[in-house]
């Protein structure tokens, strides 16, 4: 690693000011450490806005509760609020923080053309403010897809169109940032795997929004009276948005949980071109899967359908396979490089687990592994997906990946963001280290209770009361029904605790957190070590242990619902 003099002295000629992290030893540009702060914050500002939602509505599905069940209009409002807030503006404001990061900080890298990277953030700010203000104001409820014909007023897909006019112009400035620092020498060979892996997300997150443009632009117009707009082409495009922004999502998690393995406990790939393959599998084949939300359409061909939610759906599996793999190996092997070689599993017992960064990232592979990738599977295979896709299994499948798995990512990776970017200690650092146990644990009583009501009962998603309350013919459920939903409730108030205490803990350290000075290092209780020489040679029998189960347990989820499949469609 160059020398903080040379490092600092190279970004002087080059016309940047830098500070060089005393950790890391990678130099950090100044003008980068700004836009990754101001768009953490405001992404940690939605996840606020989306939490108040989320605990209106996750109130009235509790039919212990029932909040807004005599208010059915309020609670379809809350609802789309919900879903722009957390799986649009919460996500993808990180998301570009985090592509400032991968382009700027691993290369040691200046980030070109910071003030087209301010207004990218002013025309997503201004989509998102203006998305809010019109579903909070009455004017759309219409969920955050808004299938036309759903009558929506323009300022909805204006909202959109701002939105996803800035997310590009961040790319931009990502891929822009990569190929100078190539150009200026910055890096030799490939991209490093984290900066490899946020490239993914980038590629995938172009694809996604130009399939944001091509839906919301004539559906504005559309809105405005101008052009007839087909409904069968807007499904179809809309689910390039929205299957495809969670992709973006399963991108860049996996990169965070390659960085958080290397800072928590020096943890390295054990084979980067293999890592690299699933990462390029993710482009290649990860959108296809979108096909699932269209499958009783009839603009589409049989044969497209089936082939999109089988064969390319596992060549994108295949890629998470080969994360869920590489990420565990390469933290047992840092780990016996260390010394904790008893058994096959002193590794895990011995790792880091009161860092709440490690714990973050751990518990995110485990419950998005477990509970949101093998049901993603189940889901998303064609006759099963028709069997789940309208009841409340979808949304707890859902929650399983893009809030288990995602959001507790990068809760998990702003206890690094803070003290090396922010360069701020950590306020309440006892309650940092429960809280993401505290939130994993809400999150995962959520997702299950959601997926056993939907899969066993077959309990409707997108109503405001399974009682139906004045319906003209009764609708009955099971007791155990009720049951399953009480649970997702409970599941529901810890995760909102913990997601409260994420935000009061992020926006505490900000606001009154020691500044660290820029020629020391944070304190936190766990350093990263590179395990070297014969030490770090592969041994890996826990992963191989771990990897195993999880096979195990994948099949069994396969099995069970094909038993289901069996059950409803007997073969005679």
Known sequence: MASEAGVLELGQRLGFRSRVCQVT??????????????????????????????????????????????????FYRFLTAHG????????????????YFGGAVPLNARLVTPWLAWLGYALMLAGALLGNATVLSGRADVMWDAYVPLETPP?????????????LVACYVFFATVIVAKV????????????????????????????????????????????????????????????????????????????????????????????????????????????????????LSRSFKYWNTSYAMYAAVLGSMIHAFSIPA?????????????????????????????????????GFGFIGGTTGVAFGHGPTSIL????????????????????????????????????????????????????ALGVALLAVALMNAGAQFGVPRRVVSIAYQGAPFPVHFPAAAY????????????????????IGIAVSTLIWGERIPAGAGPVMEQQAEEPTGAEARLHIPGTVVLVSVFLLFFIG???????????????H
Not at 359 to 366: F, Q, R, V, Y
Not at 388 to 411: D, E, K, R, S
Not at 557 to 571: K, Q, R
Request: proline content about 4%; aromatic content about 14%.
């Open 184 to 299: 200026e020498g910055r890096y030799r060979g490939s991209l490093p795997l984290v900066t490899y892996g946020f490239a993914t997300a980038a590629i995938i997150a172009v694809v996604t929004l130009l399939g944001g443009v091509f839906t919301f632009v004539p559906a504005f117009f559309w809105s405005l009276g101008l052009m007839h707009e087909d409904p069968e082409a807007y499904r179809l495009t809309i689910w390039l948005l929205g299957h495809g922004t969670q992709q973006i999502n399963l991108a860049a998690m996996v990169s965070v949980w390659y960085l958080v393995a290397y800072l928590a406990v020096g943890a390295q790939p054990v084979s980067e071109k293999l890592s690299r393959l699933a990462f390029v599998l993710y482009i290649l084949f990860i959108n296809l899967g979108s096909v699932h939300h269209l499958l009783v359409d009839p603009g």
């Open 330 to 366: 390469a933290v047992e092997v840092a780990q016996r490089a260390k010394g904790y070689t008893r058994g096959l599993f002193e590794w895990l017992r011995k790792a880091p687990w009161g860092n709440p960064a490690f714990a973050g990232a751990a518990l995110s592979l485990l």
């Open 25 to 74: 030893g990678l130099r950090v540009d100044w003008a980068a450490e700004r836009l990754i702060t101001v768009n953490a914050v405001t992404a940690v500002v939605f996840l606020l806005v989306g939490g108040v939602m989320a605990l209106f509505v996750s109130m009235t599905r509790w039919p212990a509760v029932g909040l807004l069940s005599g208010n059915p209009e309020l």
């Open 84 to 99: 722009m807030n957390m799986l649009v503006y919460w996500i993808i404001f990180f998301e570009v923080a985090g592509l």
């Open 483 to 502: 049951r399953a939903l009480n649970l997702a409730g409970v599941g529901a108030v810890l995760a909102l605790v913990g997601g409260a205490l994420y």
């Open 557 to 571: 989820v396969l099995v069970a619902n094909m038993g289901s499949l069996l059950y409803l469609w007997p073969v």
């Open 155 to 167: 300022a909805f897909f204006l909202s959109y169109i701002i939105f996803a006019a800035g997310a």
């Open 388 to 439: 789940h896709h309208n009841t409340i299994a979808i949304p707890g499948h859902f929650h399983a990946t893009v809030v288990l798995g995602t959001t507790l990512a990068f809760m998990g990776v702003t206890y690094y963001v803070l003290p090396l970017v922010c360069r701020r200690k950590v306020v309440g650092w006892r309650l940092a280290q429960v809280q993401p146990y505290i939130f």
